[in-house]
């Protein structure tokens, strides 16, 4: 990779308790990134002092400081801000606990740079020796999360959603809602609804994490207990923007028609369940099918709505059009003369005085 789309990359790192890490993961950052951005997110420990002699030992490094802890999502977001800002073309979000090689970063970014991605993620489970590895909960816990996140955002051939490194194009960045993102540990999952909801192209790369002594901040309990209700709430948004609101076709009549057959069939078959109990008398073989045949044919539609879903979830690059799109908007604001005509801003000459 040439050193030129190094130097467009900016890395940001959300620290929090990372004073004993930090140091190592911006030392492997290849040197041909010429922008890192440490978000402290309010940290207890010794971060602060360390992030200061960093800024002022590596001329790459930003410190951007948050005076109250908001989460990795938060921290990540104030990242994110600051490089489009600077004006980076790709943006790299790298943990800070040292879990992520970042010598990896530019295998992680090629797909977008070669416009066939807007966002690319690292993928723990591609090599089995490393996936052999993992802790035995990590592991449970990610294939029930991958699950949950295919439904969630429609990408149906990724895995490993919480995987924390991750690279996006700015342009398509900067048309996401940032200030909705989750704050904390759903983020990355947040994050990929969003780019579903825009259609954006995302891809996997393999990557080897190293586990260590580190503890996660994420616990298992609480993803248990607060991601599925967050990933139901992020799919009924996907498919009233994506089926509903932007779209209609026939994936959106198969949805509704399913969706209506299988909730009438059932209700019209407990109800003749409940009258035959109360009764005594048996259903007529009339009755079941009423029942059983709208069921059978939802079950049937919602199957081609899903069917769909899943060949959707692969489509071209965004970024690109989103460049042409602006390219095309400069193009067409007035163009400022030198003359002074009416309504035009009045130009201080070169060396005049007032």
Same mark, same amino acid.
């Given at each position: 990779?040439? +050193?030129?789309?190094?130097?467009? +990359? /900016? ?9 004993g890490?930090? @140091? ?16 402290n ?22 410190? #951007? +400081?948050?005076a ?5 999502g ?19 979000k790298?943990d ?14 090629e ?9 690319v993620?690292?993928?723990? *489970? *591609?090599?089995?020796e !490393?996936?052999? &590895?993992?802790? +035995?909960?990590?592991?449970?816990? %990610?294939?029930?999360?991958s699950?949950? %996140?295919?439904l ?16 996006? &194009?700015?342009? #398509? ?8 993102l &989750?704050?904390?540990? *759903? =983020?990355? !999952?947040?994050?990929? =609804? ?5 259609r954006a192209?995302? @891809?996997?790369?393999p ?9 996660s ?6 993803a248990?207990?607060? =991601? ?5 709430? %992020?799919?009924?948004?996907?498919? *009233? ?7 209609? !076709? ?8 399913? =969706?209506a ?10 109800? /003749?369940?409940?009258?035959s ?6 259903a007529? /073989?009339?009755?079941v099918?009423? !029942? ?10 919602l199957? %081609?709505?899903?069917s &769909? ?27 400022q ?15 005049a005085?007032?």
């Amino acid at each position: 990779m040439q +050193t030129s789309a190094l130097s467009t +990359t /900016a890395v940001v790192i959300p620290c929090f308790r990372a004073a004993g890490t930090i @140091r190592d993961v911006v030392a492997r950052v290849p040197a041909g990134i010429e922008r890192i951005y440490c978000v402290n997110d309010a940290s207890d420990d010794d971060l602060a002092p360390v992030l200061e002699e960093l800024e002022a030992e590596d001329r790459r490094v930003n410190v #951007v +400081t948050h005076a109250v802890n908001g989460g990795v999502g938060a921290a990540t977001v104030t990242g994110y801000r600051a490089a489009i800002a600077g004006g980076a073309q790709v943006i790299v979000k790298l943990d800070s606990d040292g879990q992520m090689d970042p010598r990896l970063i530019p295998a992680l970014i090629e797909p977008i740079l070669q416009g066939e991605a807007d966002y690319v993620k690292g993928n723990r *489970f *591609f090599d089995i020796e !490393s996936v052999q &590895h993992m802790p +035995t909960v990590r592991l449970i816990g %990610n294939a029930g999360l991958s699950f949950l %996140n295919k439904l969630s955002s429609g990408y149906w051939h990724l895995f490993d959603p919480t995987n924390g490194f991750t690279a996006i &194009h700015a342009e #398509v960045a900067s048309i996401l809602p940032l200030d909705k993102l &989750h704050k904390r540990y *759903f =983020f990355e !999952s947040d994050l990929l =609804f969003r780019l579903g909801t825009v259609r954006a192209a995302v @891809r996997d790369v393999p990557m080897e994490a190293v586990y260590g002594d580190e503890t996660s901040g994420l616990s298992e309990l609480d993803a248990l207990l607060k =991601f599925p209700g967050l990933h139901l709430r %992020n799919l009924c948004k996907r498919v *009233f923007y994506n089926y509903l609101l932007r779209d209609f !076709s026939t994936a959106s009549l198969s949805l509704i028609a399913g =969706f209506a057959l299988l909730v009438g069939g059932g209700l019209f078959g407990a109800s /003749a369940w409940l009258e035959s109990a109360r009764t005594g008398v048996p259903a007529t /073989a009339g009755t079941v099918m009423l !029942s059983a045949f709208p069921v059978l044919v939802g079950v049937q539609l919602l199957l %081609n709505f899903l069917s &769909h879903d899943i060949a959707s979830s692969q489509r071209p690059a965004l970024h690109r059009e989103l460049g042409r799109v602006r390219v095309l908007r400069a193009s067409r604001r007035p163009q400022q003369v030198g003359t002074q005509g009416e309504g035009a801003p009045r130009a201080r000459a070169a060396g005049a005085r007032d």
